[in-house]
């Protein structure tokens, strides 16, 4: 069984700036296979959606709405993503949840959530005005 711990969240004001972290592991300490991994956030009352997701071999898709401020980046061996969070809205408000697809061979970073087999429990983010 992968488990996802996310890091990061927190509350911070219109303009600030968030680092958020996530860490894939397996308690077997068997290798990991990751291909696309990154974050999908939920805001209360709406569904969840993709922020940021990263391929193992680098390419990226970006929500419109982050674009030109957020950056999402990999550590293969670490088993890590980060997502550097800039310039943030009361509209980026929502809990943020790293996915990661083991096992599957991709190449290029998914997008359809259903898609992905590991999810983290989320981590809270709050921008306020």
């Known amino acids: 069984q992968v488990q996802l711990v996310e890091s990061g969240g927190g509350a911070v004001q219109l303009g600030g700036s968030l680092r958020l972290s996530c860490v894939a592991s397996?308690?077997?300490?068997?290798?990991?296979?990751?291909?696309?991994m990154g974050w999908y956030r939920q805001a209360p009352g709406k569904e969840r959606e993709l922020v940021a997701i990263?391929?193992?071999?680098?390419?990226?898709n970006y929500a419109e709405a982050v674009k030109g401020r957020f950056t999402i980046s990999r550590d293969n061996a670490k088993n890590t993503v980060y997502l550097q969070m800039n310039s943030l809205k009361p509209e980026d408000t929502a809990v943020y949840y790293c996915?990661?697809?083991?096992?599957?061979?991709?190449?290029?970073?998914?997008?359809?959530?259903?898609?992905?087999?590991?999810w983290g429990r989320g981590t809270q983010v709050t921008v306020s005005s």
């Open positions: 996915a990661a697809l083991v096992g599957s061979l991709r190449y290029y970073p998914v997008s359809d959530a259903a898609e992905y087999n590991y």
């Open positions: 990263e391929s193992r071999v680098g390419s990226t």
């Open positions: 397996v308690a077997s300490g068997r290798i990991l296979s990751i291909n696309s």
